[in-house]
């Protein structure tokens, strides 16, 4: 019989060591046997809490998201009266928080986006992770701007989050935060002050 309170632990240590493993290795070349050694478990509990790698894997990014849930809604609540703008930089300084741009968390992410392709049960959280960006950067743009270039301009603000992202994920270098800030930082302006010209 389990011990009490070990679930939540046994989670973590077989979430971080997931992390871990695809940090190394990538997806496709860890198996559950490494992952459960690194964890320091056995393959069974594996089995016991994700029942195999895909579930282990969206586990792993149910975590990973709502890290970035978290990091942007911490950004957001001291901003409630604040400018459409400056919400909408917290969006953006959110996405790139280090929970986010950890090398290990953009292997992660990578691995993910292409297993999302063909699992559906990943690929579902993969369209819930896109949908709560765009309707959040919507919502901010509506602010200022009519709904249908609120629409385009976030749109287009999730394709420069994730272009900046990938590009940085797919560099091997560390992620510089401040070129992708002032990057978007500079589009949220010009889509803003297409409204007021």
């Known amino acids: 019989m ?16 997931t992390l871990s493993t695809i940090n190394e290795m990538g997806i496709n070349d860890a198996t559950i046997a490494q992952i459960a050694r690194r964890a320091g478990v056995s393959t069974g509990i594996i089995s016991h809490y994700f029942k195999d790698k895909n579930g ?9 998201t709502r890290q970035l849930r978290e990091a942007v809604l911490l950004r957001l609540k001291p901003l409630a009266d604040a400018s459409a703008e400056q919400r909408l930089c917290a969006i953006v300084d959110g996405n790139f ?7 290990a968390v953009m292997k992660a992410w990578l691995d993910f986006w292409s297993s999302s392709m063909h699992q559906p049960q990943l690929n579902r959280l ?14 901010e743009f509506r602010r200022e701007l009519p709904l249908d270039k609120a629409r385009l301009a976030a749109h287009g603000l999730a394709a420069l989050i994730d272009g900046l992202w990938l590009r940085a994920a797919l560099s091997g270098k560390p992620f ?19 409204e007021h010209e």
Do not use: N, W
């Not at 282990?56 to 990973?64: G, H, I, S, Y």
């Not at 800030?181 to 500079?186: A, G, I």
């Open 2 to 17: 389990p011990k009490v309170g070990m679930q939540p632990i046994r989670r973590r240590q077989l979430i971080d060591a």
């Open 56 to 64: 282990l894997l969206e586990a792993t990014m149910r975590d990973v």
């Open 97 to 103: 928080d280090e929970t986010q741009v950890h090398t």
């Open 126 to 139: 993969e369209r819930v992770s896109s949908r709560r960006l765009y309707s959040t950067l919507v919502v």
């Open 176 to 194: 510089d935060p401040a070129i992708a800030l002032t990057l978007t930082t500079q589009f949220i302006r010009q889509q803003l002050a297409g």
